[in-house]
């Protein structure tokens, strides 16, 4: 018979008053169906505040984080107002030294008294803008490739098409042209690793600054593809945004597969990739290309001598320390957590002191930025993915 809320205190009562008369805990407990333990606390709040321990209690806790005595709370308001540009920890040092009698609160309680009266500036973090790299020019096959997405199409069963493709700047040799469901990471990763696996690793890859080659919120930009290609000894380069035709060649070569596979799109995904096969092969190896002389991309292009054969191992031996990223993205240094980025996690980074209680934090042989115990985050040096930088 479990209790309903109303008669709450009847029950209780009841409870109480049998097993006065005589009756065991175990029996009640059955017939009110609660827990023994139950029971057992219900007899000893009876025998230590007699009927009043029936009563409902009151959940306020029994002390309030930052909740001050308000004399103390106006002071601190008052201190504020005197001197608009001091922070909580300042306005706490001046209660230290000129009201001795008052108990100091953390320096969190003067903040968070600030904030109740509204005389704490939140300053957004703005959104870093992206501005590109410096771009090269490739002679010789295999110096740059170019990546895109072709924008999305629908096939004929309304599911979207977003043809991943890549091709070779120097000869226009198409390498691929994969039909995904999506512009997630995960697919361009199976995409990439079949590519390098077949045609070997290029020095630099050129990209815009869309999702997956980019991150904009990101610390210079990286995403987790780009840290790949950087661990892979891939250069990355990056145009300027909104201004496509410094990937012109990549661009005309969209055109002429829009023309030749979406008009009319297949019916689903698998016919669709068909046509993108068929046009490959077309496109390399039959079509002459005005550029290179009525000569074919095929008969310009040769695989690359850089194999594929997975990640090197990362070593810093003129750093001060080499830590692992956490999944968080996060770097754990003297018990202080650093955020550094999520698409860095997992990766081993180099920390080098370079002034006191400043370090600089390095990837493979990319100083990303600097960061301090107290700020709890890296802030961003000069961008170092251009042409002049090293690599492995």
Not at 57 to 76: D, Y
Not at 147 to 174: A, I, N, Q, W
Not at 207 to 235: M, T
Request: glycine share 6%.
């Amino acid at each position: 018979m479990p209790w309903k809320e109303s008669r709450k205190m009847d029950e209780k009562l009841r409870f109480v008053s049998r097993y006065l008369d005589g009756e065991t805990i175990s029996s009640l407990c059955r017939e009110f169906g609660i827990s023994r333990v139950t029971g057992h606390t219900i007899i000893s709040r009876y025998k230590e505040s007699g009927i009043e321990a029936f009563t409902d209690r009151s959940r306020r806790p029994f002390r309030l984080a930052n909740k001050l005595p308000f004399q103390v709370e106006s002071l601190i308001v008052q201190l504020k107002k005197e001197f608009p540009t001091w922070g909580a920890p300042k306005i706490r040092e001046r209660l230290i030294t000129h009201y001795p009698a008052v108990s100091t609160p953390a320096k969190s309680t003067v903040h968070a008294v600030l904030e109740r009266h509204g005389l704490v500036n939140v300053r957004r973090r703005k959104r870093p803008r992206l501005i590109g790299t410096s771009l090269q020019h490739a002679d010789t096959a295999n110096d740059l490739w170019c990546v895109d997405y072709k924008g999305e199409f629908m096939l004929g069963d309304r599911r979207y098409c977003y043809p991943l493709t890549v091709t070779d700047f120097s000869s226009r040799f198409l390498l691929c042209c994969e039909g995904q469901e999506s512009t997630r990471e995960a697919l361009a990763f199976t995409v990439f690793e079949r590519v390098f696996r077949e045609y070997g690793l290029p020095h630099r890859i050129r990209s815009d600054n869309g999702v997956p080659f980019c991150s904009a919120n990101a610390l210079h930009g990286l995403s987790r593809l780009s840290v790949w290609w950087l661990r892979l000894g891939i250069q990355i380069e990056r145009i300027k945004p909104g201004n496509p035709q410094q990937n012109g060649r990549h661009e005309r070569m969209h055109k002429t597969l829009k023309q030749a596979t979406t008009r009319p799109s297949a019916p689903n995904m698998l016919q669709q990739q068909e046509k993108f096969e068929q046009f490959i092969h077309e496109y390399n190896f039959e079509r002459p290309h005005e550029a290179l002389g009525m000569k074919t991309p095929a008969s310009q292009y040769q695989t690359s001598s850089r194999l594929y054969q997975g990640l090197p191992e990362l070593n810093y031996p003129f750093h001060d320390k080499t830590i692992v990223v956490t999944e968080c993205g996060r770097l754990c240094m003297d018990r202080k957590k650093i955020n550094l980025s999520t698409v860095l996690s997992g990766q081993r980074v180099g920390i080098r002191q370079v002034d006191d209680q400043i370090w600089q934090v390095s990837f493979m042989d990319y100083d990303l930025g600097y960061f301090d115990l107290e700020s709890g985050r890296v802030e961003p040096g000069p961008n170092p993915f251009g042409p002049k930088v090293l690599t492995m």
